[in-house]
T-cell receptor
Framework: DADVTQTPRNRITKTGKRIMLECSQTKGHDRMYWYRQDPGLGLRLIYYSFDVKDINKGEISDGYSVSRQAQAKFSLSLESAIPNQTALYFC???????????FGSGTRLTVV | AQSVTQPDIHITVSEGASLELRCNYSYGATPYLFWYVQSPGQGLQLLLKYFSGDTLVQGIKGFEAEFKRSQSSFNLRKPSVHWSDAAEYFCAVVASGGYNKLIFGAGTRLAVHP
């Protein structure tokens, strides 16, 4: 099994629908992150979390929310999806003491 | 604010040719720097990282990068490119403020001609 698992891998949804992207990890890392990737823009940080009681907004959090259900689980929700949220979404984890991420395989989300 | 600039959006090289991908960062202190590679349809894989010490770091797949403080650069190099190196490459720096947040460049897409 992968160290960081994202589900679903691909999703097509309609404008206005609520959708949740899930991330779970077996690394034992306490820090978790959600990024979105758009062509020509690289990866931009949506939310990040130090532990289950610590949630922080990144540079592009509008239109998104997150839940840290346990140390190993970090979910990203789009309350009312819009077409410009079509992107590739990555979850990542990091150890407390060692910089650098372990990435999931990504979720490709299309909002029509 | 901290930032990472990858000046080249697309680069095309011939198989067997040498490669250099540019990365410039803005950061006040000694940065923690990374290069990641993303093959088509895949996630991101760590190529190499620099934290301190020797400014020339070796990574996987025959890649290396050199940290140059005076130029605020961390360029990625490979002496002989293989067709399988065609991918998108991202440079990243750890942001200040804790949490080990990474700031990524926009990426450089590498095409390899036979």
């Amino acid at each position: 099994d992968a160290d960081v698992t994202q589900t679903p891998r691909n999703r097509i949804t309609k404008t206005g629908k609520r959708i949740m992207l899930e991330c779970s990890q077996t690394k034992g890392h306490d820090r978790m992150y959600w990024y979105r990737q758009d062509p020509g823009l690289g990866l931009r940080l949506i939310y990040y979390s130090f532990d289950v009681k610590d949630i922080n907004k990144g540079e592009i959090s509008d239109g998104y929310s997150v839940s840290r259900q346990a140390q190993a689980k970090f979910s990203l929700s789009l309350e009312s999806a819009i077409p410009n949220q079509t992107a590739l979404y990555f979850c990542a984890t990091s150890d407390l003491t060692t910089p650098g991420y372990t990435f999931g395989s990504g979720t490709r989300l299309t909002v029509v | 604010a901290q930032s990472v600039t990858q000046p080249d959006i697309h680069i095309t090289v011939s198989e067997g040719a040498s490669l250099e991908l540019r990365c410039n960062y803005s950061y006040g202190a000694t940065p923690y720097l990374f290069w990641y590679v993303q093959s088509p349809g895949q996630g991101l894989q760590l190529l190499l990282k620099y934290f301190s010490g020797d400014t020339l770091v070796q990574g996987i797949k025959g890649f290396e990068a050199e940290f140059k403080r005076s130029q605020s650069s961390f360029n990625l190099r490979k002496p002989s490119v293989h067709w399988s190196d065609a991918a998108e490459y991202f440079c990243a720096v750890v942001a200040s403020g804790g949490y080990n947040k990474l700031i990524f460049g926009a990426g450089t897409r590498l095409a390899v001609h036979p």
